[in-house]
Nanobody, 115 residues
Framework: QVQLVESGGGLVQAGGSLRLSCAVSESIFKSPIVGWYRQAPGKERELGATLSRTGFTNYADSVKGRFTISRDNAKNTVYLQMNSLEPEDTAVYYC?????????WGQGTQVTVSS
């Protein structure tokens, strides 16, 4: 069973930064795509950013220019650097990876941005 453990969430003031990490129990070298999604209270889970094995990125319009997704295949870790945070970014952030034909999710990490 592939396990994903997110960390790095917390409380930050508007305009601040956070870096989320997602440690994966299996090698992500061959994972075709990794990503971060988020779910705000009372809302559906939505895309944050994805990164393919070949380096192609896709960002939600709401985070473009502020968030950066990256992956360290040697450490089996996916990152999300979040800058210029806004109260609207408050949500539970979930890491996801595709491996062995399945999509796996972490348990989520809370990010709260105060105004």
């Amino acid at each position: 069973q592939v396990q994903l453990v997110e960390s790095g969430g917390g409380l930050v003031q508007a305009g601040g930064s956070l870096r989320l990490s997602c440690a994966v129990s299996e090698s992500i070298f061959k994972s075709p795509i990794v990503g971060w999604y988020r779910q705000a209270p009372g809302k559906e889970r939505e895309l944050g950013a994805t990164l393919s094995r070949t380096g192609f990125t896709n960002y939600a319009d709401s985070v473009k220019g502020r968030f950066t997704i990256s992956r360290d295949n040697a450490k089996n870790t996916v990152y999300l650097q979040m800058n210029s945070l806004e109260p609207e970014d408050t949500a539970v952030y979930y890491c996801t990876v595709m491996l062995f034909g399945n999509q796996y999710w972490g348990q989520g990490t809370q990010v709260t941005v105060s105004s």
